[in-house]
């Protein structure tokens, strides 16, 4: 174990102690020693390193997310312009089972999902692998996780797994 396990962070942790305390010496010698502590907690945060299998899968990948976005900003646009408050959209919370047990992937994943309008990210149980969906017009929950599975989930297993 190192001292200085990230030793920009200490620094500029150190350099923000000086600048927002006094500079006398009694300081910097707190300013390093809270610097040498969050470089120190920032190993611990820091996540495992990201091995990224098939890269060109990410392309792949981008191009659908964003297609996939713009067709959800139409959708849910159309949605909220055409039905008002009596409309008839039922939302709801759909649980898919994923396979993938990647954290890198997981979180791409919860980032597509909560970045697509229309869907929210709402609870991950890792210990089943499962994934707590909701929709904002749910019209068929197996259409959801075929949607998830195969669109997404294949696809970042493929780049992380």
Not at 76 to 95: D, E, K, M, N, S
Request: hydrophobic share 50%.
């Amino acid at each position: 174990m190192t001292l200085f396990p990230h030793p920009i962070v200490t620094v500029v942790l150190t350099i923000l102690w000086m600048v927002l305390t006094s500079f006398t010496p009694g300081q910097f010698v707190l300013g390093v020693i809270a610097g040498i502590l969050g470089g120190l907690a920032y190993r611990r945060l820091t996540p495992e390193r990201i091995m990224v299998r098939r890269p060109r899968q990410i392309i792949r990948l981008f191009f659908r997310v964003g297609g996939d976005i713009i067709r959800s900003n139409i959708a849910v646009a159309g949605l909220i312009l055409t039905q008002g408050r009596g409309g008839r959209r039922r939302a709801g919370f759909v649980p898919i089972p994923l396979d993938m047990t990647s954290p890198n992937g997981l979180a791409v994943l919860a980032i597509i999902v909560t970045a697509t309008p229309g869907t929210a990210w709402i609870e991950y149980e890792p210990r089943n692998g499962l994934l707590l969906l909701h929709v904002f017009d749910l019209l068929d929950e197996d259409d959801w996780v075929h949607t998830i599975k195969s669109r997404y989930e294949s696809l970042l297993m493929e780049i992380f797994e």
